[in-house]
T-cell receptor, first 111, second 110 residues
Framework: NAGVTQTPKFRVLKTGQSMTLLCAQD?????MYWYRQDPGMGLRLIHY???????AKGEVPDGYNVSRLKKQNFLLGLESAAPSQTSVYFC??????????FGPGTRLTVL | GQQVMQIPQYQHVQEGEDFTTYCNSS?????IQWYKQRPGGHPVFLIQ?????EVKKQKRLTFQFGEAKKNSSLHITATQTTDVGTYFC??????????FGPGTRLSVLP
């Protein structure tokens, strides 16, 4: 039982490049979330999903897109990366908006 | 929108001293969760409080939910170096996503 996994763990992009972050969970959770964590600002919700095929905007969705084609996977895309998107990205999953289980994170630097 | 604040932002203590972090919401909550994040790690769930005035203990950790369900506190008795990390509260309201506070970073000097 791996829990929540994220790939990649680290990535460096140049401004304007695109990339996709993958989150996978093996706990059959309905809800999945993408957060970004910046120093002194805690965890801010980017997008979330309440089930396969559904997505919704969170607090800071601009510049990001998501897809939930399979229940176990939640993808976060950056179409044109900007330095302001340098951050640590965490994926989390849960059932019934209960205890959230977080992945190990992806550290992204945009130059 | 809902805002969740935490104080202090940082706390340095000597090993063996007590530590308390406070969480305050701008609106009444249905429940509150606490998470711990070790340096370089990811947030890990500690506990959830649901009832007004609720107090829960986990070994040296005591969690409290305010009577008005707008604030909460986490108290650690006799800190140890293993307590180092950032403690986050997350305020929940029915049908809505949890909102995380900015966290309190605890350092423990041996």
């Amino acid at each position: 039982n791996a829990g929540v996994t994220q790939t990649p763990k680290f990535r460096v992009l140049k401004t304007g490049q695109s990339m996709t972050l993958l989150c996978a969970q093996d706990m059959n959770h309905e809800y999945m979330y993408w957060y970004r964590q910046d120093p002194g600002m805690g965890l801010r919700l980017i997008h979330y999903s309440v089930g396969e095929g559904t997505t919704a905007k969170g607090e800071v969705p601009d510049g990001y897109n998501v897809s939930r084609l399979k229940k176990q996977n939640f993808l976060l895309g950056l179409e044109s990366a900007a330095p302001s998107q340098t951050s640590v990205y965490f994926c989390a999953s849960t059932n019934r908006r209960d205890t959230q289980y977080f992945g190990p994170g992806t550290r992204l630097t945009v130059l | 929108g809902q805002q969740v604040m935490q104080i202090p932002q940082y706390q340095h203590v000597q090993e063996g001293e007590d530590f308390t972090t406070y969480c305050n919401s701008s609106t009444t909550l249905s429940n509150i969760q606490w998470y711990k994040q070790r340096p370089g790690g990811h947030p890990v769930f500690l506990i959830q409080l649901v009832k007004s005035g609720e107090v829960k203990k986990q070994k040296r950790l005591t969690f409290q939910f305010g009577e008005a369900k707008k604030n909460s506190s986490l108290h650690i008795t006799a800190t140890q170096t293993t307590d180092v990390g950032t403690y986050f509260c997350a305020g929940g309201k029915y049908g809505q996503n949890f909102v995380f506070g900015p966290g309190t970073r605890l350092s423990v000097l041996p």
